[in-house]
């Protein structure tokens, strides 16, 4: 696969897209195809390839997925509780006291958040970055609507679950930079997607750690969680 060099350009233009290490033979082979994540299968309701544009919304993403990562029940046996609470969720008569009961109960919980951050840190170890070369109208429309928002979520649970107003416009169904998706059942041809590089390095930490030291986003007002994150691992720019 060809790489593509990392640079300041890339900080609000181009896409990107981030999977497991393992995959690159496969995605050689036959692209990126269009499926729902392990979480999102509850919430989405065809298949995609998402993306964001411009490393600034990589990182907005990470601080969404940290966030997501903390609402996320720890043991094994009540995760399976994860689509019967998104579809609860969008009742107009389930007890909603349960669900911001919950959602209270996990905020400040200093193990739901290292449950958090050690997930983050296997995709830092695990991930790749990929430079998707996709044309408007074509492969995506920024215009396409964002399916989880569309659910009919309460505003509150949607800023809970990541949907952050410093970064989503709350007003709209449509797709948010961080959050952009391939039209429906869409995939990706593998001529269309290049490896990520930094100084040679495909290391996506390495690619973090430009973003981080480069980024004009201030992290602490922008990305509370990701600030959070960087300040529990010591991190030094």
Request: with cysteine; aromatic share 14%.
């Amino acid at each position: 696969m060809k790489t593509y060099k990392i640079s300041l350009n890339d900080f609000d233009s181009n896409y990107f897209h981030f999977t497991q290490k393992k995959n690159l033979e496969n995605i050689e082979k036959k692209g990126l195809l269009p499926k729902k994540g392990k979480y999102a299968k509850h919430l989405e309701e065809t298949k995609k390839v998402f993306f964001v544009k411009g490393l600034d919304n990589l990182l907005i993403l990470f601080d969404c997925w940290i966030n997501v990562y903390k609402k996320i029940p720890i043991l094994p046996d009540l995760k399976i509780t994860y689509g019967f609470a998104s579809k609860a969720m969008q009742s107009k008569y389930f007890p909603m006291f349960l669900v911001d009961f919950y959602f209270i109960m996990t905020q400040n919980s200093k193990r739901h958040k290292k449950y958090a951050y050690k997930i983050f840190d296997k995709l830092l170890d695990e991930c790749i970055l990929l430079n998707l070369e996709l044309k408007e109208n074509i492969d995506f429309k920024f215009s396409d609507i964002d399916q989880i928002k569309a659910k009919g979520y309460r505003k509150r649970h949607l800023i809970e679950l990541g949907y952050s107003e410093k970064y989503s416009d709350m007003s709209s169904n449509k797709m948010d930079n961080w959050n952009l998706h391939t039209l429906s059942n869409k995939g990706v041809n593998s001529d269309q997607i290049k490896l990520c590089s930094i100084k040679n390095s495909t290391n996506i930490k390495d690619i973090f750690n430009y973003a981080l030291k480069n980024t004009k986003l201030e992290l602490q007002e922008i990305c509370p969680n990701l600030y959070d994150y960087l300040n529990y691992k010591n991190y030094m720019d």
